[in-house]
């Protein structure tokens, strides 16, 4: 019985909205911080030094993690650009970082976007990449499970009527 009443006030102070308000406070102080971060390697390097992107791509995790999606996509595109400029428009140094921006769209449910940023990197992969490696295949892999996880969502989001009971939008799966 103490084991019940005591499961049942872990439950409590989990589901409370104090723990959950200390939770975001600590994301919250982490974002703060990954910001002033960012800031300084901007005042000593400059706003467009490849040194920004590994930072760029770790405020765009904790955007993601706060659900702050879009602000997330502009942090991964300023890290694209910073890449395209030092290494040219098709490096392959942008790859984890298309696949970041990727899984962004997905975690926020933007199928459309999602969709049409796997098309690019496929595009990418097939047109512009020189170098056929398992990291190709494992990616290539890696995205096609997304998509499928884009089908779901879009044909759940489709049954729900959140495309106007119409068949379209949503991204399918195929």
Avoid: C
Wanted: negative net charge; hydrophobic residues 35%; aromatic residues 10%.
């Amino acid at each position: 019985m103490s084991r019940l009443i005591a499961f049942i006030f872990l439950l409590n102070l989990i589901s409370s909205s104090g723990f959950a308000q200390r939770l975001s406070n600590l994301e919250n102080e982490e974002f703060k911080e990954a910001v002033s971060d960012l800031r300084e390697l901007e005042k000593s390097f400059g706003y467009n030094d490849y040194s920004l992107v590994e930072p760029l791509s770790e405020l765009a995790n904790l955007q993601t993690t706060m659900g702050s999606y879009v602000e997330a996509n502009r942090s991964i595109d300023r890290a694209i650009q910073l890449i395209r400029r030092t290494g040219g428009l098709y490096t392959r140094d942008q790859l984890p970082y298309l696949r970041q921006k990727i899984e962004n769209l997905a975690t926020s449910g933007d199928w459309g976007n999602t969709r049409d940023q796997m098309e690019h990197i496929n595009w990418f992969y097939l047109s512009k990449s020189n170098v056929t490696d398992a990291s190709l295949v494992n990616d290539l892999l890696h995205l096609s499970g997304m998509d499928l996880g884009g089908g779901y969502g879009g044909v759940w989001l489709w049954q729900r009527g959140a495309f106007g009971g119409g068949g379209g939008g949503g991204g399918g799966g195929g």
